[in-house]
């Protein structure tokens, strides 16, 4: 199959140069076809073949090259916008995490202190006595987890 599409492209080839050549020695002889110039003709056929190939094969190489910059400098983009995002947004949760931790133990330990106080106070009638200090911090701490 490959062998086949070579000489196609060979014989494709081979019809350009004889073209050029032809157009050269008519253009070379002012009109009249001067077979003596025929080889002439040839190699400046095979020159315009070689340049027009030449031109062509930069021109899509810097196309590829551009296009594959491009694409290489929009997936970095990408990238880096994304990490930015994803970085916001763990910043953003740890900091909500952080503030509702910190919101939760301010609760208990206020609740936790204000049972103490009250048990406290309640427990012996209006007046302070320390040794049921123990038995008010676990009633506070039980109110404190029924609460929550």
Do not use: K, Q
């Given at each position: 199959m490959w062998h086949l599409y070579s000489i196609?492209?060979?014989?494709?080839?081979?019809?350009?140069?004889?073209s050029i050549a032809v157009l050269v020695v008519i253009f070379c002889t002012s009109g009249s076809v001067d077979i003596s110039e025929a080889p002439a003709a040839v190699v400046a056929a095979i020159v315009v073949v070689v340049v027009v190939v030449v031109v062509v094969v930069?021109?899509?190489?810097?196309?590829?090259?551009?296009?594959?910059?491009?694409?290489?400098?929009?997936?970095?983009v990408v990238v880096v916008v994304v990490v930015v995002v994803v970085v916001v947004i763990v910043i953003v949760v740890v900091v909500v995490v952080v503030v509702v931790v910190v919101v939760v133990v301010v609760v208990v330990v206020?609740?936790?202190?204000?049972?103490?106080?009250?048990?406290v106070i309640c427990g012996t009638n209006g007046s302070i006595d320390m040794s049921e200090a123990h038995m008010a911090v676990l009633a506070a701490i039980a109110v404190a987890v029924v609460v929550l």
């Amino acid at each position: 199959m490959w062998h086949l599409y070579s000489i196609r492209n060979s014989e494709v080839l081979s019809a350009v140069v004889a073209s050029i050549a032809v157009l050269v020695v008519i253009f070379c002889t002012s009109g009249s076809v001067d077979i003596s110039e025929a080889p002439a003709a040839v190699v400046a056929a095979i020159v315009v073949v070689v340049v027009v190939v030449v031109v062509v094969v930069v021109v899509v190489v810097v196309v590829v090259v551009v296009v594959v910059v491009v694409v290489v400098v929009v997936v970095v983009v990408v990238v880096v916008v994304v990490v930015v995002v994803v970085v916001v947004i763990v910043i953003v949760v740890v900091v909500v995490v952080v503030v509702v931790v910190v919101v939760v133990v301010v609760v208990v330990v206020v609740v936790v202190v204000v049972v103490v106080v009250v048990v406290v106070i309640c427990g012996t009638n209006g007046s302070i006595d320390m040794s049921e200090a123990h038995m008010a911090v676990l009633a506070a701490i039980a109110v404190a987890v029924v609460v929550l």
